[in-house]
């Protein structure tokens, strides 16, 4: 189900007919002429939408079974930057910003995200793989205890993540549904971490640049993706950001 309503391919086990959540509504979004206007003042006149794009759903929480509570999808994210979901090249190379919009009002109760003051600026710190796969930052747990400042939303507001912006998102304690979209974007003629997913120009002063022009030819995008993803059965991998020295671990920088 998390996966039907997720933008993206699966990361694994990609098959014929595996699900991913491309619809006219979303491509509005992604091409939309205020956000991408919001994208160039940070990203500069030369956009391509990123592939690391997500549609989140989070589930009541006492209605999760257990080993979904932690899954970044239906349950809590854990700690993390985004740059971290990039492939390596990505990770060294790509200038991203995430563009996150609620569906939903968003609030601490039913799970917004969280950060804390003055921690956003270390560059890219060590990860490990949670019990399910997911990306977390190492020692995050130094994190839990600190002051946080809660990223509540309304409808109509979006929050721009910096890629190695440290959040993470608290549990949906409420009785409804939190539902969301996190879209990406990256400077144009970059890495964009998920090769062979689609990434396209979106946004670019020399207009033939801009290929993908509306919502049939960004499935035709994601069908072709799908089909070289089938033979080596995942869409993506990223070797987790493991630096040689611990000198990236977050405890030796707070
Ligand atoms: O929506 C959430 O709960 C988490 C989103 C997130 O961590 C992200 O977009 O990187």
Redesign the pocket.
């Known amino acids: 189900m998390d996966q039907y309503f997720n933008t993206r391919l699966p990361r694994d086990h990609v098959k014929q007919d595996s699900d991913y959540f491309a619809t006219q509504s979303l491509w509005n979004l992604i091409t939309n002429k205020k956000i991408l206007d919001v994208v160039e003042k940070i990203l500069g006149k030369e956009i391509m939408s990123n592939p690391v794009q997500?549609t989140?759903i989070?589930q009541p929480e006492k209605k999760l079974p257990k080993g979904s509570i932690h899954d970044?999808l239906s349950g809590?994210?854990p700690w993390?930057q985004?740059a971290a979901v990039l492939n390596t090249r990505g990770q060294k190379l790509t200038d991203m910003v995430?563009v996150?919009i609620p569906f939903t009002k968003t609030t601490k109760k039913n799970?917004c995200?969280i950060t804390v003051k003055k921690i956003n600026k270390m560059g890219l710190l060590n990860h490990i793989s949670g019990y399910r796969g997911q990306v977390e930052l190492k020692n995050s747990e130094l994190l839990d205890d600190m002051k946080h400042i809660y990223l509540e939303a309304n409808i109509g507001d979006v929050i721009l993540?910096h890629k190695h912006s440290i959040?993470?998102?608290l549990p949906n304690r409420s009785n409804d549904f939190?539902i969301?979209a996190?879209l990406r974007y990256n400077v144009a003629g970059q890495p964009s971490g998920r090769e062979p997913l689609p990434n396209f120009y979106v946004r670019s002063k020399n207009k033939k640049n801009i290929k993908i022009k509306n919502f049939k030819q960004w499935l035709a995008l994601w069908e072709k993706a799908k089909e070289k993803c089938i033979p080596r059965k995942y869409a993506f991998k990223y070797p987790l950001p493991t630096f040689k020295t611990n000198g990236r671990d977050l405890s030796k920088l707070i």
Do not use: V
Request: hydrophobic residues 15%; charged residues 30%; contains cysteine.
């Open positions: 997500n989140r989070k970044g809590r994210t993390h985004d995430t996150w799970g995200m993540l959040h993470c998102s939190r969301s996190d």
